[in-house]
């Protein structure tokens, strides 16, 4: 069955310092990849996604490259803030056989990630 | 708009009670989830609607969770006799459709989550 596996966290960071989060996956076909975001006391929000192979979404100076050849989904930003503490989930979306998908998602175990001052 | 809303945000139950969680969803949005987040875990699916048809429930955990989408709008995921292994958070999502926002297709929209406690 489909799988995301992400780094375990909690990631603690200073302001401005670069970061990466890790993510896999086990799937079969062409995943959609996504991250999500949880802010404190927030629901989830769709941070970024890619549908295809060596796309690239990127949203709020976060990106992700999806990379097929490693079944890969990796997080980056260049420098984060104190705002961007939260957890990050990276998850997937199964293509059906038509190429379209009612859009389950299967969600990694989730990365705290804490930015100090 | 109005986002998704779920009601209520906290449930505590003693076991063996009888608990029913409600999902408001964006309106017009034809497709909705349920899922079940446990303590820092990510999110498992549980079911799907599209209109009032349920059409995947593979993810319900035992039969004695029950959910419904009478009238393809409001939801109501029910779970019977709760067991202290059914506290989690449970979200819901509804989802863009394909043709009425091209622009944002298949993206799912998340509630708050309504925290269980099964004393």
Not at chain 1, 7 to 22: D, K
Request: charged fraction near 20%.
């Amino acid at each position: 069955g489909n799988s995301v596996t992400q780094m375990e966290g909690p990631v603690t960071l200073s302001e401005e310092a670069f970061l990466t989060i890790n993510c896999t996956y086990t799937a079969t076909g062409y995943p959609s990849l996504f991250w999500y975001v949880q802010y404190p006391g927030e629901g989830l929000q769709l941070l970024l996604k890619a549908t295809k192979a060596d796309d690239k979404g990127s949203n709020k100076g976060f990106e992700a490259t999806y990379r097929k050849e490693t079944t890969s989904f990796h997080l980056e930003k260049g420098s984060v803030q104190v705002s961007d503490s939260a957890v990050y989930f990276c998850a997937l979306v199964q293509a059906n056989a038509g190429g379209t998908s009612y859009g389950k998602l299967t969600f990694g175990q989730g990365t705290i990630l804490t930015v100090h001052p | 708009g109005a986002g998704v809303s779920q009601s209520p945000r906290y449930k505590v139950a003693k076991r063996g009670q009888d608990v029913a969680l409600r999902c408001d969803p964006i309106s017009g949005h034809v497709s909705l989830f349920w899922y079940q987040q446990a303590l820092g875990q990510g999110p498992e699916f549980l079911t799907y609607f599209q209109n009032e048809a349920q059409l995947d429930k593979s993810g319900l955990p035992s039969d004695r969770f029950f959910a419904e989408r009478p009238e393809g709008s409001v939801s109501t995921l029910k779970i019977q006799r709760t067991q202290q292994e059914d506290s989690a958070v449970y979200l819901c999502a509804s989802r863009t459709n394909r043709d009425t926002e091209p622009r944002k297709p298949n993206e799912q929209f998340f509630g708050p989550g309504t925290r269980l406690t099964v004393l």
